[in-house]
């Protein structure tokens, strides 16, 4: 069993939706949760992060953590056409990180 | 500007031709790693390294070797490539205990 499982996606919405995004995770030891986003050819960047339970926001972006039920999502409202791309979960315990399969998001004008 | 780069970008190569992927950064990171990203398996870290001279099996490091001469290089060696080694690579670098990777543009591997 993975150590971080995520919605597989893919995703299609219309501009302006909100658009959700979520991953589970098997070990209580991680510290810091967090998202990153890739676009098409390019290496992954992180977006946001987060190290307790709670939302976190910015602008169109929140991360949610869950620690007692082990679930991180990440909300996108009034979502772009320029929001298309792969998103990745991940959780760090010590410096390592560990990633989900990531779910590709398409935006539609 | 602060960036990962990776050499080559695309490579096509036969089975068993040794190759070697460079990576290199330059934000004095110490913690550096080589991932592997597949359709349905996402990223793999395959080995990474805490600082020079010290580096350290990940996830799937068959087939793989690497080493870390220099603080700022952590190149990726494949000694004899098997079509099962068809993959996007990527490395990744960040600051020693951080959350925070920095990736670089992805290296696409066909070995046939």
């Known amino acids: 069993q993975k150590e971080v499982e995520q919605d597989p996606g893919p995703l299609s919405v219309p501009e302006g939706a909100i658009v959700s995004l979520n991953c589970t995770y098997s070990?209580?030891?991680?510290?810091?949760f967090m998202w990153y986003r890739q676009y098409s050819r390019k290496g992954p960047e992180l977006l946001m992060y987060t190290y307790s339970s709670g939302n976190k926001e910015d602008g169109r972006f929140t991360a949610q953590v869950d620690k007692s039920s082990k679930y991180i999502s990440l909300f996108i409202r009034d979502s772009q056409p320029s929001d298309s791309a792969t998103y990745l979960c991940?959780?760090?315990?010590?410096?390592?990180?560990?990633f989900g399969d990531g779910t590709t998001l398409t935006v539609k004008p | 500007e602060a960036q990962v780069t990776q050499n080559p970008r695309y490579l096509i190569t036969v089975t068993g031709k040794k190759l070697t992927v460079t990576c290199s950064q330059n934000?004095?990171?110490?913690?550096m790693s080589w991932y592997r990203q597949d359709p349905g398996l996402g990223l793999r870290q395959i080995y990474y390294s805490m600082n020079v001279e010290v580096t350290d099996k990940g996830d799937v490091p068959e087939g793989y070797k690497v080493s870390r001469k220099e603080k700022r290089n952590f190149p990726l060696i494949l000694e004899s490539p098997s079509p099962n080694q068809t993959s996007l690579y990527f490395c990744a670098s960040q600051t020693g205990g951080s959350y925070e990777q920095y990736f670089g543009p992805g290296t696409r591997l066909t070995v046939t």
């Open positions: 991940a959780m760090n315990r010590a410096g390592k990180s560990t």
């Open positions: 070990n209580s030891a991680f510290q810091y």
């Open positions: 934000m004095n990171h110490e913690y």
